[in-house]
């Protein structure tokens, strides 16, 4: 049933925004990286031995960490609940026979494998634009160098990773306050806060809207963190705010009334 | 197939919306509920589907008894609560399709449901940019797409227009006669109600006001029956009648209104008329219909 119910909302995702905003999200980076590299491809030929692919792969990823992704997780989010509280449909859902549960996994689950599809088509774009700027300036050794395809899928993995718990307390937000602008708004604000306070607020590694960008900042060695089990202490957070507030939420959506 | 007893809800503590409520709707029949905004119809749907938490009380739909986990027991009822939930960036067709989705069903359903309420010629259309009797409509497709036994409807035919009440009037005396369908709607729509159920229900302020069919009802609010009587010299009529009853007489065409408790004075009444050489032509109990009784029940006549 947890399959059907996917089905459903991906049947329900069309002809809205949320397609274009999954390939359009995932695209911007790499699109913002290559015409960089396109206008100014003198200042970014590497030094003998040096991987291209490595300062391409961490310069998207560093754009893409701070603030477009978890906006992006925002918006995803809002726009799916959106969906239901525009069509006025809560009452109709709940009174299928499709359990409580089930329709809050299958959502979950949906909003899940959009975001993942979303970093995964990053660094797919990644890859793309930096064959073709290797085709165009090929100074810039793309073509020497192969690119590390399993270290790129882990990487759009464990960046999938850091951004769940973001996507967990907005799900929760989103149908405590049966609202767009609410939600959008405080996620907007906790990541601009987020990225005031991890400039130097030793607490900024349990603030879920600071994952991201701590991830991507242990990538490109600012800051080293430790790595348990092949997953950083963030990461691991991340995982762990993801199951709380899922839980949080599924309990919220069992027992809200429908007025 | 409902039976509905001792219910009880209130959004705030100490202010009841649905008070010590109990009915039945039997099984195959057109039920209606009636009552004023804000009476506690909707709340009382809701309640019977789950949606809120009842205070006390019992509802059982089929021999089942009714809550959030009665996911089984949906399969069995098609509902339409308030305005349909349409999603509005779908085809008409579209939204049927997410239907069958959650149901299991086969494709094929749907384009019946949609001939069914008359929407077939609209089904590729966009439900937002459907009137808001197109929207009632294709609410009622989504009710009946699993081909439920119960229909439990809160104002159906909101929306529509007089040829649109007619068609979907139609549609659920022929569910109700042909497939034995069980139907519980809810409306303001009066006269609808009267032309189409079998039973009723009257709440206000949440308590329940009667309960059974129309005409238990008219015996049970009116007291005094109207009847015309059609003669040739009506003003004559008038005079001669006068001191067999109590209330005042009026006239009325080429007739006159009587007011009567008992029936048994009609024919004393045609006697005295007889006997002076006054042709009667008919004699009429005239009904009174269900908005008045309604409104007499409510005290608000």
């Known amino acids: ?180 602008i609410v939600p959008i708004t405080a996620g907007v604000m906790l990541v601009i806060v987020s990225l005031m306070l991890v400039q130097g607020w030793e607490y900024s590694v349990y603030d879920p809207y600071a994952f991201p960008l701590l991830f991507s900042w242990n990538n490109s060695g600012k800051m080293v963190q430790i790595a348990w089990w092949g997953l950083l202490k963030t990461e691991w957070l991340s995982m762990l705010y993801y199951i709380v507030f899922s839980i949080m939420a599924m309990v919220l959506f069992k027992r809200k009334p429908v007025r | 197939m409902i039976t509905v007893r001792n219910l009880e809800f209130s959004y705030k503590k100490g202010d009841k919306t649905i008070d010590d409520l ?62 349909p939930s349409i999603y509005g960036h779908l085809t008409g067709k579209e939204n049927l399709q997410l239907h069958t989705l959650y149901y299991g069903l ?9 001939s069914m309420v008359g929407l077939r010629y609209v089904a590729e259309k966009k439900a937002g940019r459907y009137s808001l009797g197109m929207k009632q409509r294709l609410g009622l497709a989504l009710c009946l797409l699993h ?79 109207v009847y015309k009587i059609t003669s040739d010299r009506p003003e004559e009529a008038m005079q001669l009648i006068q001191p067999l009853v109590t209330s005042k007489i009026t006239k009325d065409g080429n007739g006159c209104l009587i007011y009567i408790e008992d029936k048994e004075i009609i024919p004393d009444i045609i006697s005295r008329l007889t006997e002076k050489n006054i042709r009667i032509y008919e004699v009429t109990g005239i009904e009174n219909n269900l908005e008045e009784l309604y409104l007499k029940l409510t005290n608000r006549l």
């Not at chain 1, 695209?27 to 970014?44: A, D, G, S, T």
């Not at chain 1, 907005?170 to 767009?180: A, E, G, P, T, V």
């Not at chain 2, 086969?106 to 949609?114: E, G, K, S, T, V």
């Not at chain 2, 069980?182 to 006269?191: A, E, G």
Request: with cysteine; hydrophobic share 50%; proline share 3%.
């Open chain 2, 147 to 225: 081909n439920p036994s119960l229909l439990i409807l809160d104002e159906p035919l909101n929306g529509l227009d007089p040829q649109g009440i007619a068609e979907i009037r139609a549609l659920l005396l022929q569910m109700q006669r042909e497939e034995g369908k069980t139907i519980f709607i809810s409306s303001h729509l009066l006269s609808e109600i009267e032309n189409t159920c079998d039973a009723i229900c009257i709440i206000d302020k949440g308590k329940m006001l009667f309960s059974g069919k129309i005409e238990a009802l008219r015996d049970s609010v009116i007291r005094k029956r």
């Open chain 1, 1 to 180: 049933m947890l399959y059907k119910t996917f089905l459903a909302e991906l049947k329900k995702s069309q002809h809205t925004f949320v397609p274009w905003l999954t390939l359009s999200g995932s695209l911007l980076v790499p699109l913002v990286c290559f015409l960089i590299y396109c206008f100014k491809w003198k200042y970014f030929i590497p030094e003998t031995g040096v991987n291209s692919w490595d300062e391409y792969t961490q310069m998207s990823l560093s754009f893409a960490s701070g603030m477009l992704f978890p906006f992006l997780v925002i918006i995803m989010v809002a726009l799916n609940i959106n969906l239901e509280n525009k069509a006025n449909s809560w009452k109709r859902l709940y009174v299928m026979p499709v359990g409580r549960d089930t329709l809050f996994w299958g959502k979950l689950l949906f909003l899940s494998m959009q975001l993942l599809i979303c970093s995964v088509f990053m660094f797919f774009w990644i890859l793309l634009t930096g064959l073709f700027l290797g085709i165009m300036h090929p100074e810039l050794l793309f073509l020497e160098y192969s690119p590390d395809i399993f270290n790129l899928l882990m990487l759009s993995l464990r960046f999938f990773i850091s951004l769940l718990g973001v996507l967990s307390i907005q799900y929760f937000l989103s149908l405590l306050l049966n609202n767009i």
């Open chain 2, 106 to 114: 086969d494709r094929r359903q749907i384009m019946n449901a949609l």
């Open chain 2, 22 to 83: 109990t009915f039945h709707v039997p099984h195959g029949s057109i039920y209606g509920f009636l009552g004023a905004n804000g009476s506690g119809k909707t709340t009382t749907i809701r309640l019977m589907l789950g949606l809120c938490r009842a205070e006390s009380g019992e509802i059982m739909i089929g021999g089942e008894q009714i809550n959030r986990q009665s996911v089984e027991a949906f399969r069995k009822i098609g509902a339409l609560i308030e305005n």
